[in-house]
């Protein structure tokens, strides 16, 4: 879905600064917010597409505002309500208490887990089709503006490009992120001039995409 989150290829966000002796968390509950990501895919019965789809879901104020690892924190709260396991506003209740005001705790919610099957382990498949481009095929990466999650970056939508490899098959994200499925397809890598994508005073130089198969068309 199109949103704040996808700032690939976007201007006026300033000159990234990189401290060559940036620690990894830069404070304590940084490290704490990051294992509460990483295990509320588990305890909502969910997985990291649908954790991406989540930060999706934020407002985009939250998003600017809350940094890295607080958007980690709001997905987890977002993932474990959505699935019944906290009540929502439970977090907001349990934080203003303990800071000694008085509000009241909502009641545990019914579990609503989603049910889906997961075909093994990882993304990656094996799938009977074959593969629709081969290396070398001009295609054009579709103009799509789906309400859903995908992993297609807006920069590239409606932009001609050269397959340069085909990978291996892998679960289509947008499929999984909704637990509708897994939907298999085969993923290429494809050359996109930055030229192509940007206009004519783009530096020289080439960007290499993967997409899914449902994500291309022939040009």
Request: hydrophobic fraction near 40%; glycine fraction near 12%.
């Amino acid at each position: 879905m199109d949103g704040i989150h996808d700032m690939g290829g976007t201007e006026g966000w300033g000159t990234v600064s990189i401290d060559p002796d940036e620690k990894v968390f830069a404070e304590d509950w940084e490290g704490r917010a990051f294992a509460l990501g990483a295990m509320s895919g588990g305890l909502s019965g969910t997985n990291l597409d649908a954790f991406r789809h989540s930060l999706e879901r934020l407002h985009p104020l939250a998003y600017l505002q809350d940094g890295y690892y607080g958007r980690w924190l709001a997905c987890a709260e977002l993932l474990l309500v959505d699935s019944g396991v906290l009540a929502e506003g439970a977090v907001d209740a349990r934080a203003r208490n303990l800071m000694g005001e008085s509000a009241e705790e909502p009641a545990d919610p019914e579990l609503a887990k989603p049910e889906y099957e997961r075909g093994g382990g990882g993304s990656l498949r094996e799938i009977d089709d074959e593969p629709k481009f081969a290396v070398g095929d001009a295609i054009r990466a579709r103009d799509m503006h789906a309400r859903g999650h995908h992993r297609m970056p807006a920069y590239v939508r409606g932009h001609a490009g050269v397959v340069t490899a085909i990978r291996p098959a892998a679960v289509l994200p947008d499929a999984t992120a909704h637990f509708t499925g897994e939907d298999p397809q085969h993923v290429y890598t494809v050359a996109f001039e930055a030229e192509e994508l940007w206009g004519p005073g783009a530096e020289a130089s080439t960007l290499h995409i993967d997409l899914f198969e449902s994500y291309m068309e022939t040009t």
